[in-house]
């Protein structure tokens, strides 16, 4: 679904609700009996580039959690801790009751702008499919982003990874990523629809395909004459943390 377009039930939900808490709470409430839903791209997509990235051993944040499965799978894929974070008590209820026999699952209410709850340096991974993008849909978003990619450097542990999974280009992601106190090596990568349909469907030759690294200038963008041949790609940036 796409901002400004009405869901099954009618609903029609504004761009600018996308950072606000009521707009997830109304939203999981009239969603049709709650079905897990992932934005962007599955866990089997996305695969490759967590197991290569993010250790299972590694204690994960999940931004945005939402009522993905994505976490889910991760734990049955060998993961043993994923701490799933929402804006949301509504979703974050029902993943509880949903994934409570899931030792690796933890679930908090919590808003990704300010996650004092956690100590610095206390995660090694933090991964965001999506909701940095649903941030940078609503009100005073370039604040929104910069107090959230604040709080993922402040809680990330030095020679940890930040994956963002996102539709947002280097023109209107790199210059949040690169912002003063941020200190991260940034690797992107994109990844194409049909690439994700060979993978899945195991028509690939090797997932490594899909794995190399997009070569950016040295302020972190495109070269230029780049052009995206699939409008349906996602970027992945990976970022680790320096210091």
């Not at 400004?4 to 039930?9: D, I, L, M, N, R």
């Not at 949301?88 to 409570?100: A, C, F, L, N, Y």
């Not at 991964?127 to 809680?155: F, I, P, Y």
Request: proline fraction near 4%; hydrophobic fraction near 35%.
């Amino acid at each position: 679904m796409q901002p400004g377009e009405a869901s099954a039930t009618g609903t029609m939900w504004k761009a600018t609700d996308y950072g606000d808490a009521g707009y997830w709470d109304a939203r999981y409430k009239t969603e049709k009996g709650g079905a897990p839903f992932d934005w962007y791209r599955s866990y089997a997509a996305l695969r490759p580039f967590l197991r290569h990235f993010v250790p299972t051993s590694s204690r994960v944040l999940m931004l945005g959690c939402g009522n993905s499965l994505m976490s889910e799978h991760m734990a049955m894929d060998g993961y043993t801790e994923i701490v799933n974070v929402d804006i949301s008590s509504v979703v974050i209820d029902m993943m509880k009751q949903r994934h409570g026999h899931i030792p690796q699952l933890t679930y908090m209410e919590m808003d990704v702008r300010d996650m004092s709850l956690f100590a610095d340096t206390s995660f090694e991974s933090v991964v965001d499919k999506g909701t940095l993008d649903a941030l940078m849909c609503g009100t005073d978003a370039s604040q929104a982003a910069s107090q959230m990619l604040g709080e993922v450097n402040r809680v990330l542990k030095q020679g940890g990874i930040y994956m963002l999974i996102t539709y947002g280009a280097p023109s209107a992601r790199v210059q949040y990523l690169k912002q003063a106190g941020l200190n991260w090596k940034l690797t992107l990568y994109i990844l194409s629809s049909s690439r994700v349909e060979e993978e899945i469907n195991g028509s690939s030759s090797s997932a490594e395909l899909s794995m190399e690294p997009v070569p950016l200038t040295e302020n972190g963008q495109l070269p230029p004459g780049f052009v995206l041949g699939d409008l349906e790609s996602h970027y992945i940036y990976v970022c680790e943390k320096l210091n």
